[in-house]
Protein backbone atom coordinates (compact mmCIF):
# COMPACT_ATOMS: atom_id res chain seq x y z
CA UNK A 1 0.00 0.00 0.00
CA UNK A 2 2.98 2.31 0.78
CA UNK A 3 6.45 2.57 -0.12
CA UNK A 4 9.84 3.31 -0.36
CA UNK A 5 11.96 2.48 -3.29
CA UNK A 6 15.76 3.67 -3.40
CA UNK A 7 15.09 6.33 -1.38
CA UNK A 8 17.24 9.19 -0.83
CA UNK A 9 16.68 12.12 0.76
CA UNK A 10 19.29 14.58 0.46
CA UNK A 11 19.88 18.65 1.94
CA UNK A 12 22.65 19.89 -0.20
CA UNK A 13 25.62 17.88 0.55
CA UNK A 14 24.32 16.49 3.55
CA UNK A 15 22.75 12.63 2.90
CA UNK A 16 19.56 12.44 5.41
CA UNK A 17 18.57 9.13 4.20
CA UNK A 18 20.29 6.64 1.42
CA UNK A 19 18.48 4.20 -0.73
CA UNK A 20 15.86 3.13 1.80
CA UNK A 21 13.53 0.26 0.66
CA UNK A 22 10.55 -1.05 2.00
CA UNK A 23 7.09 -1.64 2.28
CA UNK A 24 3.73 -1.14 4.11
CA UNK A 25 0.96 -3.79 3.80
CA UNK A 26 -3.05 -2.66 4.04
CA UNK A 27 -3.86 -2.88 7.43
CA UNK A 28 -0.46 -3.57 8.77
CA UNK A 29 1.07 -1.72 11.72
CA UNK A 30 4.73 -0.79 11.07
CA UNK A 31 7.31 0.58 13.85
CA UNK A 32 10.32 2.50 12.49
CA UNK A 33 12.98 2.89 14.97
CA UNK A 34 16.59 3.87 14.89
CA UNK A 35 18.75 6.23 16.86
CA UNK A 36 18.19 10.07 17.19
CA UNK A 37 19.34 11.91 14.01
CA UNK A 38 18.94 8.94 11.45
CA UNK A 39 16.22 9.84 9.94
CA UNK A 40 13.45 8.50 10.64
CA UNK A 41 11.02 11.39 10.92
CA UNK A 42 12.52 12.50 7.56
CA UNK A 43 11.24 9.63 6.12
CA UNK A 44 7.93 10.10 7.70
CA UNK A 45 7.43 13.50 6.22
CA UNK A 46 8.59 12.08 2.80
CA UNK A 47 5.65 9.68 2.84
CA UNK A 48 3.33 12.17 4.63
CA UNK A 49 4.28 14.31 1.10
CA UNK A 50 5.83 17.38 2.80
CA UNK A 51 9.17 16.45 2.72
CA UNK A 52 10.79 16.06 -1.04
CA UNK A 53 12.47 13.04 -2.34
CA UNK A 54 15.71 13.69 -3.76
CA UNK A 55 16.02 10.45 -5.36
CA UNK A 56 14.37 7.13 -5.50
CA UNK A 57 10.27 7.13 -5.09
CA UNK A 58 7.79 6.87 -2.06
CA UNK A 59 4.68 5.40 -3.73
CA UNK A 60 1.35 5.02 -1.95
CA UNK A 61 -1.52 2.65 -4.10
CA UNK A 62 1.34 2.72 -6.47
CA UNK A 63 0.95 6.53 -7.07
CA UNK A 64 4.13 9.08 -6.41
CA UNK A 65 3.56 11.35 -3.39
CA UNK A 66 4.04 14.64 -4.30
CA UNK A 67 2.23 16.48 -1.69
CA UNK A 68 -0.03 15.46 1.29
CA UNK A 69 -3.29 13.83 0.58
CA UNK A 70 -6.06 13.36 2.49
CA UNK A 71 -5.95 9.42 2.97
CA UNK A 72 -2.65 10.01 5.20
CA UNK A 73 -3.06 11.90 8.03
CA UNK A 74 -0.12 12.55 10.12
CA UNK A 75 -0.36 12.55 14.16
CA UNK A 76 2.67 14.97 15.54
CA UNK A 77 5.20 13.98 18.40
CA UNK A 78 4.22 18.07 19.44
CA UNK A 79 0.93 17.71 19.83
CA UNK A 80 0.90 21.35 21.29
CA UNK A 81 2.11 23.06 18.32
CA UNK A 82 0.10 20.86 15.45
CA UNK A 83 -3.65 21.76 17.55
CA UNK A 84 -5.02 25.21 17.02
CA UNK A 85 -5.23 27.39 20.56
CA UNK A 86 -8.16 29.12 19.36
CA UNK A 87 -10.48 25.94 18.82
CA UNK A 88 -12.20 23.97 21.20
CA UNK A 89 -11.77 20.28 20.94
CA UNK A 90 -14.62 20.32 19.42
CA UNK A 91 -13.88 22.67 17.30
CA UNK A 92 -10.65 21.12 15.97
CA UNK A 93 -12.00 17.90 14.99
CA UNK A 94 -14.56 19.91 12.93
CA UNK A 95 -11.24 21.47 11.40
CA UNK A 96 -10.91 17.98 9.85
CA UNK A 97 -14.56 17.63 8.65
CA UNK A 98 -14.52 21.19 7.41
CA UNK A 99 -11.49 20.24 5.57
CA UNK A 100 -13.69 17.11 3.75
CA UNK A 101 -16.50 19.68 3.04
CA UNK A 102 -18.88 17.93 5.71
CA UNK A 103 -22.22 19.77 6.24
CA UNK A 104 -22.06 21.53 9.66
CA UNK A 105 -25.28 19.87 10.22
CA UNK A 106 -23.20 16.40 10.42
CA UNK A 107 -20.44 17.32 12.56
CA UNK A 108 -22.18 16.70 15.84
CA UNK A 109 -23.22 13.22 14.66
CA UNK A 110 -19.79 12.63 13.62
CA UNK A 111 -17.61 14.41 16.73
CA UNK A 112 -19.27 12.13 19.31
CA UNK A 113 -18.25 8.84 18.43
CA UNK A 114 -14.54 10.33 17.92
CA UNK A 115 -14.60 11.64 21.62
CA UNK A 116 -16.42 8.66 22.81
CA UNK A 117 -13.83 6.92 21.25
CA UNK A 118 -10.72 8.79 22.55
CA UNK A 119 -12.29 9.59 26.22
CA UNK A 120 -12.20 13.46 25.77
CA UNK A 121 -16.32 13.54 26.00
CA UNK A 122 -16.40 15.76 28.72
CA UNK A 123 -14.13 18.28 27.74
CA UNK A 124 -15.41 19.16 24.18
CA UNK A 125 -15.27 22.63 24.94
CA UNK A 126 -12.57 23.01 26.90
CA UNK A 127 -9.44 24.60 24.82
CA UNK A 128 -6.26 22.59 23.84
CA UNK A 129 -4.44 24.60 26.88
CA UNK A 130 -6.80 23.37 29.43
CA UNK A 131 -6.10 19.78 28.68
CA UNK A 132 -3.00 17.22 29.90
CA UNK A 133 -0.57 16.47 27.40
CA UNK A 134 -2.26 12.55 26.88
CA UNK A 135 -5.87 14.36 26.16
CA UNK A 136 -4.22 16.94 23.92
CA UNK A 137 -2.25 13.71 21.80
CA UNK A 138 -6.06 12.22 22.28
CA UNK A 139 -7.18 14.88 20.31
CA UNK A 140 -4.80 14.71 17.38
CA UNK A 141 -5.24 11.42 17.07
CA UNK A 142 -9.23 12.31 17.32
CA UNK A 143 -8.37 14.86 14.39
CA UNK A 144 -6.76 12.59 11.72
CA UNK A 145 -9.42 9.99 12.61
CA UNK A 146 -12.27 12.64 11.25
CA UNK A 147 -9.72 12.58 8.26
CA UNK A 148 -10.90 9.57 7.94
CA UNK A 149 -7.84 8.25 6.54
CA UNK A 150 -6.12 4.94 5.25
CA UNK A 151 -3.02 5.62 6.96
CA UNK A 152 -1.65 6.67 9.78
CA UNK A 153 1.77 8.10 9.81
CA UNK A 154 2.34 8.88 13.67
CA UNK A 155 6.13 10.62 14.31
CA UNK A 156 7.02 9.89 17.86
CA UNK A 157 3.48 10.35 19.33
CA UNK A 158 4.20 9.43 22.47
CA UNK A 159 7.84 10.78 23.16
CA UNK A 160 7.11 13.72 25.41
CA UNK A 161 4.38 11.98 27.74
CA UNK A 162 4.97 10.60 30.90
CA UNK A 163 5.17 7.08 31.07
CA UNK A 164 2.09 5.83 32.60
CA UNK A 165 0.14 7.99 30.14
CA UNK A 166 2.13 6.33 27.03
CA UNK A 167 1.22 2.94 28.28
CA UNK A 168 -2.47 4.13 28.34
CA UNK A 169 -2.00 5.26 24.86
CA UNK A 170 -0.13 2.90 23.16
CA UNK A 171 -3.03 0.12 23.99
CA UNK A 172 -5.45 2.85 22.68
CA UNK A 173 -3.65 3.05 19.51
CA UNK A 174 -3.28 -0.48 18.80
CA UNK A 175 -6.93 -0.95 19.71
CA UNK A 176 -8.27 2.25 17.50
CA UNK A 177 -5.66 0.18 14.48
CA UNK A 178 -7.14 -2.85 15.21
CA UNK A 179 -10.72 -1.88 14.94
CA UNK A 180 -10.66 0.47 12.35
CA UNK A 181 -8.67 -1.39 10.11
CA UNK A 182 -5.91 1.16 9.32
CA UNK A 183 -2.81 1.24 8.31
CA UNK A 184 -0.26 2.65 10.65
CA UNK A 185 3.57 4.02 10.31
CA UNK A 186 4.69 4.58 14.03
CA UNK A 187 8.03 6.37 14.18
CA UNK A 188 9.71 5.82 17.39
CA UNK A 189 13.41 5.94 19.57
CA UNK A 190 11.70 3.77 21.67
CA UNK A 191 12.43 0.04 20.94
CA UNK A 192 10.50 -1.57 23.37
CA UNK A 193 7.32 0.24 22.06
CA UNK A 194 8.39 -0.53 18.35
CA UNK A 195 8.02 -4.24 19.36
CA UNK A 196 5.17 -3.89 21.43
CA UNK A 197 3.23 -2.19 18.89
CA UNK A 198 4.75 -3.27 15.24
CA UNK A 199 3.32 -6.21 12.93
CA UNK A 200 6.97 -5.14 11.82
CA UNK A 201 9.89 -2.99 12.91
CA UNK A 202 12.19 -1.63 10.54
CA UNK A 203 15.49 -0.37 12.21
CA UNK A 204 17.48 2.24 10.68
CA UNK A 205 21.13 2.84 10.97
CA UNK A 206 22.08 6.77 11.17
CA UNK A 207 24.93 9.18 9.44
CA UNK A 208 23.24 8.36 6.69
CA UNK A 209 20.40 6.93 7.81
CA UNK A 210 19.57 3.72 6.08
CA UNK A 211 17.84 0.45 6.45
CA UNK A 212 19.65 -1.85 9.31
CA UNK A 213 17.00 -4.75 9.59
CA UNK A 214 13.79 -5.49 9.43
CA UNK A 215 12.06 -7.65 11.77
CA UNK A 216 8.48 -9.39 11.97
CA UNK A 217 7.19 -9.06 15.30
CA UNK A 218 5.24 -12.83 16.16
CA UNK A 219 3.31 -12.15 19.29
CA UNK A 220 -0.12 -12.60 19.78
CA UNK A 221 -2.56 -9.34 19.55
CA UNK A 222 -4.34 -8.34 21.78
CA UNK A 223 -0.53 -7.90 23.73
CA UNK A 224 -0.45 -6.66 27.01
CA UNK A 225 1.77 -4.43 28.72
CA UNK A 226 3.01 -7.19 31.43
CA UNK A 227 2.68 -10.62 29.66
CA UNK A 228 3.49 -9.48 26.11
CA UNK A 229 6.77 -7.49 27.90
CA UNK A 230 7.26 -10.19 29.52
CA UNK A 231 7.63 -13.02 26.67
CA UNK A 232 10.64 -14.49 25.97
CA UNK A 233 10.35 -13.68 22.10
CA UNK A 234 9.69 -10.05 22.81
CA UNK A 235 12.75 -10.02 24.84
CA UNK A 236 14.85 -11.50 22.20
CA UNK A 237 13.41 -9.21 19.54
CA UNK A 238 14.59 -6.47 22.20
CA UNK A 239 18.38 -8.17 22.19
CA UNK A 240 17.90 -8.28 18.60
CA UNK A 241 17.23 -5.36 17.66
CA UNK A 242 19.33 -3.42 20.39
CA UNK A 243 22.01 -3.12 18.95
CA UNK A 244 21.26 -0.82 16.12
CA UNK A 245 20.55 1.89 18.35
CA UNK A 246 23.99 3.04 18.88
CA UNK A 247 24.76 0.45 21.59
CA UNK B 1 -6.54 54.34 42.08
CA UNK B 2 -5.83 55.53 38.51
CA UNK B 3 -7.46 58.46 39.31
CA UNK B 4 -5.52 59.78 41.96
CA UNK B 5 -2.99 61.57 39.89
CA UNK B 6 -5.20 63.46 37.60
CA UNK B 7 -8.09 64.53 40.40
CA UNK B 8 -4.55 65.75 42.18
CA UNK B 9 -3.21 67.69 39.45
CA UNK B 10 -6.79 69.72 38.74
CA UNK B 11 -7.03 70.16 41.99
CA UNK B 12 -3.69 71.79 42.35
CA UNK B 13 -4.30 73.54 39.32
CA UNK B 14 -7.82 74.68 40.68
CA UNK B 15 -5.98 76.27 44.06
CA UNK B 16 -3.50 78.05 41.74
CA UNK B 17 -5.59 79.41 39.63
CA UNK B 18 -7.65 80.80 42.79
CA UNK B 19 -5.00 82.42 43.98
CA UNK B 20 -3.99 84.20 40.88
CA UNK B 21 -0.48 82.21 40.12
CA UNK B 22 -1.84 80.27 36.95
CA UNK B 23 -3.47 83.29 34.31
CA UNK B 24 -6.62 82.75 33.98
CA UNK B 25 -6.29 84.00 30.03
CA UNK B 26 -4.39 81.02 28.96
CA UNK B 27 -5.46 78.14 31.68
CA UNK B 28 -8.17 78.94 33.25
CA UNK B 29 -9.53 76.99 35.73
CA UNK B 30 -10.67 73.20 36.09
CA UNK B 31 -14.26 74.23 37.53
CA UNK B 32 -14.90 76.72 34.30
CA UNK B 33 -13.86 74.23 31.72
CA UNK B 34 -15.94 71.60 33.44
CA UNK B 35 -18.76 74.38 32.74
CA UNK B 36 -18.15 74.75 29.51
CA UNK B 37 -17.56 70.90 28.40
CA UNK B 38 -20.97 70.14 30.34
CA UNK B 39 -22.48 72.81 28.57
CA UNK B 40 -21.34 72.02 24.83
CA UNK B 41 -22.17 68.11 25.60
CA UNK B 42 -25.32 69.49 26.52
CA UNK B 43 -26.85 71.78 23.48
CA UNK B 44 -24.94 68.59 21.44
CA UNK B 45 -22.29 70.54 19.62
CA UNK B 46 -19.45 68.55 21.73
CA UNK B 47 -20.97 65.44 20.71
CA UNK B 48 -21.67 65.71 17.19
CA UNK B 49 -17.92 67.11 16.68
CA UNK B 50 -17.21 63.71 18.57
CA UNK B 51 -19.27 61.86 15.87
CA UNK B 52 -17.29 63.57 13.06
CA UNK B 53 -14.29 62.69 14.11
CA UNK B 54 -14.87 59.79 15.52
CA UNK B 55 -16.62 58.71 12.17
CA UNK B 56 -13.24 59.86 10.31
CA UNK B 57 -10.66 58.20 12.81
CA UNK B 58 -12.65 54.92 12.39
CA UNK B 59 -13.31 55.10 8.58
CA UNK B 60 -9.03 55.85 8.86
CA UNK B 61 -8.36 52.73 11.12
CA UNK B 62 -11.39 50.16 8.73
CA UNK B 63 -9.26 50.97 5.91
CA UNK B 64 -5.87 50.76 7.64
CA UNK B 65 -6.89 47.18 8.77
CA UNK B 66 -7.93 45.45 6.16
CA UNK B 67 -5.28 46.97 3.62
CA UNK B 68 -2.77 46.66 5.93
CA UNK B 69 -4.18 42.85 7.10
CA UNK B 70 -4.57 41.67 3.65
CA UNK B 71 -1.31 43.06 2.63
CA UNK B 72 0.90 41.67 5.16
CA UNK B 73 -0.55 38.64 5.21
CA UNK B 74 0.59 38.35 1.87
CA UNK B 75 3.72 39.94 2.00
CA UNK B 76 4.40 38.07 5.46
CA UNK B 77 3.58 34.66 3.74
CA UNK B 78 5.74 35.32 0.67
CA UNK B 79 9.28 36.29 1.42
CA UNK B 80 10.44 37.10 -2.26
CA UNK B 81 7.36 39.97 -2.28
CA UNK B 82 7.95 40.98 0.81
CA UNK B 83 11.74 41.59 -0.30
CA UNK B 84 10.35 43.27 -3.53
CA UNK B 85 7.99 45.40 -1.63
CA UNK B 86 10.23 46.59 1.08
CA UNK B 87 12.24 49.55 -0.82
CA UNK B 88 8.56 50.95 -1.56
CA UNK B 89 7.39 50.12 1.90
CA UNK B 90 10.45 51.93 3.63
CA UNK B 91 10.58 54.82 1.30
CA UNK B 92 6.88 55.70 2.04
CA UNK B 93 6.35 55.04 5.44
CA UNK B 94 8.66 57.90 6.67
CA UNK B 95 6.63 60.57 5.13
CA UNK B 96 5.17 62.65 7.89
CA UNK B 97 1.51 61.90 7.20
CA UNK B 98 0.61 64.86 8.03
CA UNK B 99 2.50 66.05 4.80
CA UNK B 100 -0.16 64.43 2.72
CA UNK B 101 -2.85 67.05 4.00
CA UNK B 102 -2.58 69.56 1.17
CA UNK B 103 -2.46 66.73 -1.63
CA UNK B 104 -5.62 65.00 0.35
CA UNK B 105 -7.39 68.64 0.68
CA UNK B 106 -6.64 68.82 -3.63
CA UNK B 107 -8.10 64.97 -3.55
CA UNK B 108 -10.80 65.37 -1.38
CA UNK B 109 -12.03 68.90 -0.61
CA UNK B 110 -12.94 69.48 2.80
CA UNK B 111 -14.89 66.50 4.33
CA UNK B 112 -14.45 63.39 6.22
CA UNK B 113 -12.65 61.70 3.29
CA UNK B 114 -9.94 63.90 3.39
CA UNK B 115 -9.17 63.19 7.36
CA UNK B 116 -9.17 59.68 6.97
CA UNK B 117 -7.19 59.88 4.04
CA UNK B 118 -4.40 61.10 5.60
CA UNK B 119 -5.09 59.29 9.00
CA UNK B 120 -5.73 55.72 7.10
CA UNK B 121 -1.74 56.44 5.73
CA UNK B 122 -0.42 56.93 8.97
CA UNK B 123 -2.39 53.66 10.76
CA UNK B 124 -1.61 51.94 7.73
CA UNK B 125 2.10 50.97 8.82
CA UNK B 126 2.01 49.45 12.21
CA UNK B 127 -0.65 47.69 10.78
CA UNK B 128 1.11 46.59 8.08
CA UNK B 129 4.12 45.70 9.72
CA UNK B 130 2.63 44.04 12.86
CA UNK B 131 0.62 41.96 10.12
CA UNK B 132 3.78 40.68 8.39
CA UNK B 133 6.25 39.67 11.43
CA UNK B 134 2.63 38.01 12.99
CA UNK B 135 2.51 35.89 10.07
CA UNK B 136 5.79 35.35 9.07
CA UNK B 137 6.45 33.81 12.52
CA UNK B 138 3.26 31.43 12.38
CA UNK B 139 4.62 28.10 13.36
CA UNK B 140 5.60 25.90 10.08
CA UNK B 141 3.53 23.00 11.90
CA UNK B 142 -0.08 24.78 11.87
CA UNK B 143 0.84 25.26 7.90
CA UNK B 144 1.86 22.08 7.60
CA UNK B 145 -1.34 20.70 9.94
CA UNK B 146 -3.62 23.01 7.21
CA UNK B 147 -2.37 21.04 4.23
CA UNK B 148 -2.44 17.62 5.74
CA UNK B 149 -6.27 17.97 6.42
CA UNK B 150 -6.31 19.25 2.35
CA UNK B 151 -7.37 23.04 2.97
CA UNK B 152 -6.04 25.16 0.10
CA UNK B 153 -3.66 28.11 0.51
CA UNK B 154 -6.32 30.61 0.89
CA UNK B 155 -8.19 28.79 3.46
CA UNK B 156 -4.64 28.27 5.28
CA UNK B 157 -4.70 32.04 5.75
CA UNK B 158 -8.01 32.24 6.85
CA UNK B 159 -8.17 29.70 9.15
CA UNK B 160 -4.50 28.71 10.13
CA UNK B 161 -2.11 31.88 9.71
CA UNK B 162 -4.35 34.97 10.39
CA UNK B 163 -6.14 33.39 13.56
CA UNK B 164 -2.64 32.42 14.77
CA UNK B 165 -1.25 35.92 13.96
CA UNK B 166 -4.47 37.86 15.18
CA UNK B 167 -3.20 38.68 18.81
CA UNK B 168 -0.35 40.98 17.30
CA UNK B 169 -2.77 42.46 14.87
CA UNK B 170 -4.98 43.14 17.36
CA UNK B 171 -2.16 45.37 19.46
CA UNK B 172 -1.32 46.86 16.42
CA UNK B 173 -5.14 47.99 15.77
CA UNK B 174 -4.85 49.25 19.18
CA UNK B 175 -1.84 51.35 18.28
CA UNK B 176 -3.21 52.27 14.92
CA UNK B 177 -6.75 52.98 16.81
CA UNK B 178 -4.58 56.16 18.95
CA UNK B 179 -2.27 57.02 15.87
CA UNK B 180 -5.77 57.49 14.15
CA UNK B 181 -7.47 60.34 16.77
CA UNK B 182 -4.39 62.07 16.75
CA UNK B 183 -3.85 62.60 13.12
CA UNK B 184 -7.55 62.97 12.35
CA UNK B 185 -7.61 65.78 14.83
CA UNK B 186 -4.36 67.24 13.59
CA UNK B 187 -6.03 67.67 9.73
CA UNK B 188 -9.10 69.10 11.74
CA UNK B 189 -7.14 71.99 13.44
CA UNK B 190 -4.61 72.55 10.31
CA UNK B 191 -7.75 73.01 7.65
CA UNK B 192 -11.02 70.47 8.01
CA UNK B 193 -13.54 72.83 9.26
CA UNK B 194 -14.87 69.59 11.21
CA UNK B 195 -14.52 67.97 14.54
CA UNK B 196 -12.88 68.13 17.43
CA UNK B 197 -9.42 69.70 16.43
CA UNK B 198 -11.34 72.24 14.34
CA UNK B 199 -13.26 73.04 17.59
CA UNK B 200 -10.36 73.57 19.54
CA UNK B 201 -9.26 76.14 16.95
CA UNK B 202 -12.12 77.92 16.93
CA UNK B 203 -12.40 77.97 20.50
CA UNK B 204 -9.08 79.79 20.74
CA UNK B 205 -9.57 82.13 18.04
CA UNK B 206 -12.56 83.31 20.25
CA UNK B 207 -10.20 83.34 23.08
CA UNK B 208 -12.56 80.62 25.22
CA UNK B 209 -9.74 78.98 27.27
CA UNK B 210 -12.45 76.94 29.07
CA UNK B 211 -13.65 75.41 26.11
CA UNK B 212 -10.38 74.97 24.37
CA UNK B 213 -9.24 72.74 27.55
CA UNK B 214 -12.42 71.27 27.73
CA UNK B 215 -12.38 69.77 24.50
CA UNK B 216 -8.71 69.12 24.99
CA UNK B 217 -9.68 66.77 27.72
CA UNK B 218 -12.72 65.18 25.94
CA UNK B 219 -10.15 64.27 23.25
CA UNK B 220 -8.20 62.49 26.18
CA UNK B 221 -11.37 60.92 27.59
CA UNK B 222 -12.52 59.04 24.38
CA UNK B 223 -9.25 58.02 23.52
CA UNK B 224 -9.02 56.21 26.79
CA UNK B 225 -12.60 55.03 26.22
CA UNK B 226 -11.26 53.60 22.54
CA UNK B 227 -8.89 51.47 24.26
CA UNK B 228 -10.43 50.03 26.55
CA UNK B 229 -13.02 49.46 24.80
CA UNK B 230 -10.45 48.01 21.99
CA UNK B 231 -8.55 46.33 25.12
CA UNK B 232 -12.06 44.47 25.75
CA UNK B 233 -12.48 42.80 22.42
CA UNK B 234 -9.07 41.85 22.54
CA UNK B 235 -9.97 39.96 25.53
CA UNK B 236 -12.82 38.45 24.26
CA UNK B 237 -11.71 37.02 21.14
CA UNK B 238 -8.31 36.21 23.11
CA UNK B 239 -10.16 33.64 25.62
CA UNK B 240 -8.57 30.43 24.74
CA UNK B 241 -5.17 32.08 25.95
Redesign the interface.
Known amino acids: MLEAHGLSVAYGAQTILRDVSFDVAEHEFVCLVGPSGCGKTTLLRTL?G?TAVSSGSARFKARSID????E???V?Q?YA??L????SVRGNIA??L???GIPSAEHAGRIAPLLEKLRLAQHADK?P?QLSGGMQQRLQIARCLA?EPQVLLMDEPFGSLDAITRQELQDEVARLAKDERRTVVFVTHDLEEAIYLGDRVIALAANPGRIAEIVTIQLPRPRNQLTTREDPRFLEYRHRLYRHLGH | MGALLPVLVLSLWEALSRAGVLSEDGFSRPSRFFVAGAKALADGTLLVQTAQTFAAAGQALAIAAFAGIVLGAILGLFRPLERAASLTIESLRPIPSVALIPLSLLLFGFSRDMSAAVAAFACFWPILLVTISAVRSVDVRLIEVGRLLGYSLPNIIAKFALPAALPAILVGIRVAAGIAIVVTVTTEIVTNPRGLGFAMTMAAQSLQADLVWATLMWVGVIGYLLNWGLERLERRWLRYR
Open positions: ALGPQTLAVFDRALPWRLAEARFSQ
